[in-house]
């Protein structure tokens, strides 16, 4: 069965401590692979797009990666503002072009 | 360029009640798809709809039904409401057409069954 898997489900960091989320998604034929921050009481809101191995893409403190079966979300230097669960979305070739999506990381960051 | 906007954005219903749900999508945008968002299973897809057509439905029963008018708003309803029912339904936009796959999503509707 095709699956997205977040890990870790929680972190705790201290502003300015550097670290990585991460999504490992267990199915071929990937069409693209999204990452999403939302808020408490919020819509997720879209952070990035990648759609092939290698890919990287960068936005302030975050930058995305992609390998053949997971992506990692740096955070670097992290600010209590970045404090958000961070979702990630797999859309596969092979399954009519549907979005699973995982089921986050809660990123606590402690000024 | 506004958001994609959700109404009612909170709601009380009773066991056995149905619900209907409104969504507008970012104008320029065909495609909307609905979510159900639980803290346990977390973002579930429900479907999709582009161009008046549904695309794509998740693993939910008959109850869950949706529709898209030719301006891209959408609705979805939920018939005889089960106290499990109770979630965040998001909605989302995308513009598949436009050579990118990002949803944008709406601050979603709180749906409580009591």
């Known amino acids: 069965e095709d699956q997205v898997t977040q890990s870790p489900e929680a972190l705790r960091l201290q502003e300015g401590e550097s670290s990585s989320l991460n999504c490992s998604y267990t199915?071929?034929?990937?069409?693209?692979l999204f990452w999403y921050r939302q808020d408490p009481g919020k819509g997720p809101e879209f952070l990035f797009t990648?759609?092939?191995a290698g890919e990287e893409k960068e936005k302030e403190r975050l930058k995305a990666t992609l390998t053949k079966k997971e992506s990692f979300l740096h955070i670097t230097a992290p600010k209590p503002e970045d404090s958000a669960t961070y979702l990630c979305?797999?859309?596969?070739?092979?399954?009519?072009?549907?979005?699973?999506f995982g089921k986050g990381t809660r990123l606590h960051i402690l000024p | 360029k506004a958001g994609v906007t959700q109404t009612p954005r909170y709601l009380i219903k009773t066991r056995g009640q149905q619900v209907t749900l409104s969504c507008s999508p970012i104008?320029?945008?065909?495609?909307v798809s609905w979510y159900q968002q639980t803290p346990g299973q977390g973002l579930q897809f429900l479907f999709e709809?582009?161009?008046?057509?549904?695309?794509n439905k998740g693993n939910f029963p008959g109850r869950f039904s949706g529709r898209q008018f030719s301006n891209s708003r959408s609705e979805m309803n939920v018939s005889t409401l089960e106290l499990g029912d109770s979630a965040l339904y998001l909605c989302?936009?995308?513009?598949?057409?436009?050579?990118?796959?990002?949803?944008?999503f709406g601050p979603g509707t709180r749906l409580t069954v009591t």
């Open positions: 990648l759609y092939s």
């Open positions: 104008s320029g945008h065909r495609s």
């Open positions: 199915v071929s034929g990937l069409r693209g």
């Open positions: 989302a936009s995308s513009s598949p057409t436009g050579g990118t796959d990002e949803q944008y």
């Open positions: 979305a797999v859309r596969f070739m092979n399954r009519d072009d549907k979005i699973i």
């Open positions: 709809y582009f161009s008046e057509t549904q695309r």
